[in-house]
Nanobody, 116 residues
Framework: QVQLVESGGGLVQPGGSLRLSCAAS????????MGWYRQAPGQQRELVAV???????NYGDSVKGRFTVSRGNAKNTMDLQMNNLKPEDTAVYYC??????????WGQGTQVTVSS
């Protein structure tokens, strides 16, 4: 059974930092492209960051320069370091795993709230 479990969300003040983690099980993690998406209330799910199995990265325009994605294939984990957080970063953040064309698996999400 495939599981993607996100952790690390919470409440943070503007300008603060959070580190999200995604723990994967049931898949050959090193073979998969991994990604972070987010969805705010009333909005569509949007790309945050993607890391291929070869280590290439891609970021959504709104987070470039502030967020950094990394993965640890030995531990089947992917992290998202989020710095200089803004209120507009408030959303549920989801972990995804997939091949080159689509996302096959999704986590349940973790809430990130940026507010003073």
């Amino acid at each position: 059974q495939v599981q993607l479990v996100e952790s690390g969300g919470g409440l943070v003040q503007p300008g603060g930092s959070l580190r999200l983690s995604c723990a994967a099980s049931g898949i050959m993690f090193s073979f998969y492209r991994m990604g972070w998406y987010r969805q705010a209330p009333g909005q569509q799910r949007e790309l945050v960051a993607v890391m291929t199995n070869s280590g290439r990265t891609n970021y959504g325009d709104s987070v470039k320069g502030r967020f950094t994605v990394s993965r640890g294939n030995a531990k089947n984990t992917m992290d998202l370091q989020m710095n200089n957080l803004k209120p507009e970063d408030t959303a549920v953040y989801y972990c995804a795993a997939g091949g080159s064309g689509s996302w096959s698996y999704w986590g349940q999400g973790t809430q990130v709230t940026v507010s003073s």
